[in-house]
């Protein structure tokens, strides 16, 4: 089948490929800098959107990285078509973004310690979630819950995929429960949203964290600026659905910098540790330590050696 | 058509007529919400207010009804009869303090060992301004979050209108059953178009591709059971309506109360686990299967639902299908 690009490069004075222009302080940016800047600008701190390589390179140890289920793809269930089949548009977006969903999920290391990690990226499809990032979702968070190691979802999406339809809706019951399951449990769970955080995604597994980070200026949000405005005559705040907006009414614990992320990560791990077992529902009446909730001091002595066995 | 409520029409309606007046009749202002439903089916109604942190949220409706004796916890949207109501109700447009008033009723079910049955009525929770600063999204993934782990069996209806994450927080269950005309959908036809199609004059379109019809919705696997309303719709004949319905809320609240509870939260995990549809890659250079035509394909969609709206059973307890997700889905099964 023919595959179209969504996209076609911008024209202007500068090539696209070697400069950007800050949509926030307009100044021209060299890409080599920004990329090397973590796509943050150097002058106003504008935070661009960044690739899920990119987040993963600097969120982790070097290396330690290991993708799990990468062959997942998504299909076309509702033989969905509106002005585009659905399979073009996926191979479209296969094309531009060399990845096959949305999101990537695997094991590594943050500062030493292990983590079940969830990366989305919005280059492919506005980071929707469908089926495939559904199950990525859910399974990271039950691996994290097999291995009881914590888990960190990086969010960046405009929500369900309307292409899959209500199963892409049913994601949220799927990824919400598994996150339930860890919460139970005991097993730490950390929620990184980046611009954007919308939709289904905020709705869901976002928005659950026992902590939850933001980075400067994301877009989070449950409905489109275009769906709020559309649906009722009313203008929107400034800095309405902002992350600064979030973390003042108490839904975001805190907005950090990306130059600063990973280094915020490392220190909340050295306090998000997983309790020793079953602490949840579950749990027998007589279980002394239900009652104790996640309180475990010597837990990174028994937890350690088995965490070293999982890595290749 | 009374009595064969989808054959008669469906084969001779193209799709798209057939899904729009589904949406019609989910949307008709005179079709009976969740409080009529109670009052027609139930006794003993005592409807509870707040969420005892901010306001009750006249969106969603909640409290304690007997069904042929049995006690239920009902938590429900519900949309207004005519304008006036309507208003106050916000169109049945849930803030953020209407799903925690659910989320305390579902605390307090759990805790006296009632079942809870949800109704689902909403085009979606409301987007405002307000609703966003309270927290609407985040309200919305507890209520899932605590309906998918509560430890009393939850039986969902979809009476009308399944607006998207607004819905599926009331929406999460062992067992959902639809009314014929309900409809279930990840975003509003109408918003659908505008995104998709650039205009909201497409949404009939959409309505039509995005399957929200309650039996495209069994084939799909997301909802169990349709009961088929009376006349024309269930806005002809409330009282029928509720007739054929409380048989059926009974039926699985029975069938339910048979289970463990923790069977029942393994398998309710496992419904919502097995949900999606994705293929694992095949080596590059392998064939792509052939699309069917799109007329095809909707002739067997019509086909499952037609079948299924032509005899509804109790639906049995989803099969531990957690382990099959790995294997693509056939486009034939759906």
Redesign the interface.
Known sequence: MPIKLPFRPRGGEFPPDLWTRCPSCGDMLYNKQLEKNLRVCPKCGHHFRLRVDARLAHLLDEGSFEERDADLESVDPLAFVDQKPYPERLAAAKVTTGLRDAALWGTGRIAGQRVALCVMDFAFMGGSMGSVVGEKVTRAAEHALDERIPLIVVSASGGARMQEGTLALMQLAKTCAAIARLAEEGVPYVSVMTDPTTGGVFASYAALGDVNLAEPNALIGFAGARVAAGTIAESLPPGFQRAEFLLEHGFVDQVVPRHELRDRLALLLGYLRPAEERVGARASAGDGVSGLGGFNPLGFLAGGGERETGRG | MADAPTAPGAATLDARAHAWERVRHARDVKRPHTLELLRLMATDVVELHGDRLFRDDPAIVAGFARLDGRPIVFVGQQKGAETEENIRRNFGMPHPEGYRKGMRLFALAERLGIPVVTFVDTPG?????A????????S???S???L??L?VPVVVVITGEGG??GA?ALA?GDVVIALENAI????SPE??A????RTAD?AQ??AV????TAGE?VA?G?VDEVVPEPGAGAQDDPAETARRLKPAIVAQLDRLAGFEI?ELLDA??AR??A???????QPTGAPRPE??G?AE??RTLFEIGRITLGGPEPAPLRPQAADE?DE??L?EE?
């Open positions: 929770a409301f987007p405002g301004p609703s966003e600063e309270r927290g609407v999204a985040e919305i993934a507890r899932i979050t605590m998918t782990r430890r998207s994450g599926l999460a279930y959908s990840v975003i918003g659908c505008s995104i998709l199609w497409a379109e959409a591709a995005m399957r929200l919705q799909l997301i923790d309710r995990y919502y686990r949900m999606g549809a994705f293929a694992t890659a699309r069917p799109i394909r909707l997700t693509p889905p486009r759906i």
